[in-house]
């Protein structure tokens, strides 16, 4: 497995492991038994890389990860996250934000114990709360690495000026946001940034939640339970529209001798090498397909072909739901 650094003192496999549709998002959670089975395969396939977070579930996904990672805790990286309010039945898509010190330090004890670990090897705040300054934040964290219980600090979709306050007050290991063939908006401000400051990029969703894949269009009925009923790039409309960045990353697959989720990974992993992909999946075969992205050589003409293709579909459907736009690059 190739590997790629993150930051400036931490290496992963250039590929990580998504956990979160194991337990939450896409419907029921799965079987505990098989995703721990799909977990170990992953770590004997090379993947170092795992992402979780407690309102995954909430708290079932951690649960699973630390079980199922235990007895290979001295191999892997494991990434968790703290900021969104949940109740006993879930996050709602609309939950609230709750960065406090005090709620970071409750939560980070709370993940130590469901990880079955000693020490979370990078700790992000999921969402940026704009009720608590993000000097606070950051300082809480510092306090926690210098305590031994955290090693690395990471921000999900925050934007360029709240990372560089961040990162004054702790330095920023990664940046987790969404980023893919049909969501480029973090290469405007974002990337020439996290450039400059030497944080890496943890692309979460490079396969569009599965539309990338070819495996989903506007004739999949989704589960009733799976969030991406609420997204409006999901429509029924929004999907026919898509569908042509799909058809065309299918053509450049058949000549690459590829599938269109390979092409789409391996478009991300070419954009900068310090960009690490966390695909999620359930199925053993996804995971190997997943992995095999990394043997696919594009050249720069094929990257001109992609991107060619990609600027000739205009995509259809916001990717948040209108009320959590906010919660974005703030």
Not at 76 to 85: L, S
Request: glycine fraction near 8%; aromatic fraction near 6%; proline fraction near 7%.
């Amino acid at each position: 497995m190739q590997k790629r650094r993150l930051g400036t003192h931490l290496e992963v496999s250039a590929l990580g492991l998504g956990c979160m549709g194991m337990s939450f998002f896409y419907g029921p959670p799965q079987d505990t038994t098989q995703m721990t089975k799909l977990l170990r395969a992953a770590v004997d396939r090379g993947v170092t890389f795992f992402d979780t977070a407690e309102v995954y579930g909430p708290f079932l996904n951690e649960e699973l990860v630390g079980a199922a990672l235990e007895p290979v805790r001295d191999q892997v990286v494991i990434a968790t996250k703290f900021g969104i309010k949940h109740g006993e039945r879930g996050p709602s898509p609309l939950s609230g934000l709750d960065s406090r010190p005090e709620q970071i330090r409750r939560v980070t004890e709370a993940s130590l114990k469901r990880l079955r670990t000693e020490c979370i090897d990078v700790l992000y705040q999921h969402r940026v709360d704009p009720e608590v300054p993000i000097e606070d934040v950051a300082g809480t964290v510092k306090e926690l690495i210098a305590e031994g219980k955290v090693k690395h600090f990471g921000l999900s979709e925050a934007g360029a000026t709240t990372i560089r306050r961040a990162h004054a007050v702790q330095p920023v290991t990664a940046l987790q946001s969404e980023y893919s063939l049909w969501t480029r908006e973090l290469e405007v401000e974002i990337v020439p940034t996290l450039q400059e400051l030497g944080i890496g990029l943890v692309p979460y969703s490079p396969l569009g939640k599965g539309f990338l894949t070819g495996k989903v269009d506007s004739s999949t009925t989704l589960a009733k339970d799976d969030l991406r009923r609420i997204l409006p790039r999901f429509s029924p409309d929004a999907m026919q529209a898509n569908i042509a960045l799909v058809d065309s990353l299918q053509r450049i697959a058949n000549d690459k001798g590829a599938t269109p989720a390979q092409i789409a990974l391996a478009w991300v992993l070419a954009q900068k090498p310090w960009f690490v992909p966390i695909p999620g999946t359930t199925k053993l075969e996804r995971l190997e397909e997943n992995i095999a992205a990394l043997d696919v050589e594009l050249t720069p003409a094929d990257l001109q072909r992609i991107d060619d293709a990609a600027a000739r579909v205009k995509i259809q459907g916001a990717r948040v739901p209108p009320q959590l736009q906010s919660q974005l690059g703030r």
